[in-house]
């Protein structure tokens, strides 16, 4: 379905975003896409839709070689690709449900069949009767619940999420993957770029690592029967942050501090 | 149509300056119409109205009136000449006083008017109004035209007065066209500029747009529409405008061109000139849209 080919991806600056880059993503697989800051999780994403141009290499899906298609194309593949943004892109001035409303109105959908379809997808993701509420009047976490919504409104194939629990706490972060796997278990393909420890441990099928814009692994998730308890493996290691000062004391001048303060 | 009122809504006085520029454009497109379709009803009354009219002796004869009709209808420039007898001479007085008993009445120096006191006449009509000077040095030579007592014919034509008229008409209605033109250009830029401000303003929503798949008229939908309503309104106001401003003038013209033009102008002559502006309004506004969004798609690729 997806097949990256030797995919470089290089900026006029000469910084290297991807280097040499191959895998394939059959119909239907969860991947999850790890690295850190800068390592290219977002460029592949990126290059997915067609948002940028491979330096070098060949992006297929679905057979349409993505270098080769016409410009006017590009949007029917976009309709193909759901993304979820870190940044959630919900316009701020639109109401969720007028956020979904759009991306239905570009998928075709009539207006009779656009409220339908707004009511059940807002109950799929589990913020059902918000869709008279603006993004502001929403939690972080609803407010990615509602830009997942947006993502999968017009039934893409492919559902690629950029770091959709980079702004939100475990516990809702661990909702919204189990929200991607249920979408996944619907059928639809999905990609999760991520450095989140928390949901590298939960998922039992595939993890691809990318290190300085190189895969450095492409391995099958995690055993049956060991969701939820992430693996000691060195992908998970390099994505731990390093602790950048000594830790303090338990009840040492920290807590000094702050009693001087509150006085 | 909900977004181009929410984008009106959100900047109004962007929209009040769109609405307004197009209006004072229209406005102006309307009264020149209007000028234009008057000027054409006066020189058309003057052109088939007689041009000349040679005033004859009593005692001319059918004989020389057949004869000087007959030269003047040779003459080149000629378009027609008609004998008006005493009896025609007094319906034609009749009908500019609309049977008015207390008129017909008049006791003038020559007693009451009757078909007696009225000449008879012979009245040409040129096409050419360059060949006035011919015809009436031919009418000065003829016998049964009447003279003053002091020996001028008594010949009467506008001289030049069609061919001044048309020259003034011609210049206003240029200088109409050129001030026209002129508003139409900054009409387009203002709205433009206009419609390009709002795109620009909408740049990261519109980035995202993209991202989800819309195509480039779905994008620029609304913005063509935001432009068409300020093109209707604007028409329907500058519309607005030069109707008042024509009832208002009514008083002032009906006296002068009552004998050309029917006051008040009929209404079918407001409803194509409505018309006509929406249209104009339409088209002008399509154009500033289409050339704010064509730069949008060309930067946006």
Redesign the interface.
């Known amino acids: 379905m997806i097949d990256f080919s030797h995919i470089t991806k290089s900026y006029p600056n000469g910084d290297i975003v991807l280097d040499d880059v191959n895998f394939s993503v059959s119909p239907g697989e969860f991947v999850i896409i790890t690295g850190k800051s800068g390592a290219g999780k977002t460029t592949l994403g990126r290059l997915l839709?067609r948002?940028l141009l491979p330096t070098k290499g060949k992006i297929v899906i679905d057979g349409e070689d993505l270098n080769q298609i016409k410009?006017k194309y590009i949007?029917?593949?976009?309709?193909k690709v759901g993304?979820v943004?870190q940044d959630y892109?919900i316009?701020p001035d639109k109401t969720i449900g007028e956020n979904i409303t759009?991306?239905l109105?570009?998928?075709g959908y009539n207006r009779k069949k656009i409220q339908e379809k707004i009511t059940e997808l807002l109950k799929m993701v589990g913020i059902p009767g918000k869709e008279y509420l603006f993004p502001g009047q929403l939690s972080g976490g609803e407010v990615q619940r509602a830009a997942i919504a947006?993502a999968i409104a017009?039934e893409p194939a492919i559902l690629f999420a950029d770091e959709p629990t980079g702004n939100l706490d475990k516990d809702t972060s661990i909702e919204i993957f189990n929200l991607l796997k249920k979408i996944n278990d619907d059928g639809t393909t999905v990609i999760l770029a991520t450095h989140d420890v928390t949901l590298i441990g939960l998922n039992p099928d595939r993890n691809i690592h990318l290190e300085k814009g190189k895969i450095v692994s492409d391995v099958d998730g995690l055993p049956a029967g060991k969701e939820g308890k992430p693996p000691s493996t060195p992908v998970i290691a390099s994505l731990v942050p390093e602790p950048k000062q000594p830790a303090r004391p338990a009840g040492g001048s920290h807590t000094t501090n702050r009693k001087i303060k509150s006085k | 149509m909900n977004t181009a009122l929410k984008n009106i809504r959100r900047s109004p006085f962007q929209a009040l300056s769109a609405v307004f520029i197009i209006s004072l454009t229209l406005f102006v497109v309307g009264i020149f119409s209007l000028v234009t379709f008057a000027s054409h009803i006066i020189l058309l009354n003057f052109e088939t109205k007689p041009q000349i009219i040679a005033y004859l002796k009593d005692d001319h004869t059918t004989d020389q009136v057949a004869g000087l009709i007959s030269n003047m209808t040779t003459t080149q420039g000629v378009k027609n000449a008609i004998y008006i007898s005493k009896q025609d001479a007094l319906e034609i007085y009749k009908k500019s006083v609309g049977n008015d008993p207390v008129l017909l009445g008049t006791v003038t120096d020559w007693g009451i008017v009757t078909a007696d006191i009225l000449p008879a006449s012979i009245e040409i009509t040129a096409s050419d109004p360059s060949a006035f000077n011919t015809i009436v040095s031919i009418l000065e030579k003829s016998d049964i035209v009447s003279a003053t007592p002091q020996g001028k014919k008594e010949i009467d034509f506008p001289q030049d007065v069609i061919s001044e008229l048309t020259k003034w008409t011609n210049a206003i209605r240029g200088a109409g066209l050129i001030l026209i033109i002129a508003l139409t250009v900054v009409c387009i830029l203002t709205v433009m500029i206009i419609i390009s401000m709002k795109i620009s303003g909408r740049r990261t929503?519109i980035s995202?747009?993209?991202?989800?798949?819309?195509?480039n008229i779905?994008i620029i939908k609304p913005y063509i529409t935001e432009s068409l309503i300020y093109g209707l309104s604007g028409a329907f106001f500058g519309w607005t405008f030069s109707y008042i401003a024509l009832l208002y003038s009514t008083p002032f013209l009906a006296p002068r061109l009552g004998g050309v033009i029917s006051f008040p102008i009929p209404f079918w002559v407001n409803l194509f000139l409505l018309i006509g502006l929406l249209a104009f309004g339409l088209i002008l506004s399509l154009i500033s849209s289409l050339f704010a969004a064509a730069r949008f798609v060309k930067r946006s690729?």
Do not use: W
């Open positions: 839709i948002d410009p949007p029917i593949i976009r309709r993304f943004f892109k316009i759009i991306a109105e570009i998928g947006r017009c | 929503e995202t747009l993209k991202l989800l798949g819309a195509q779905y690729r």
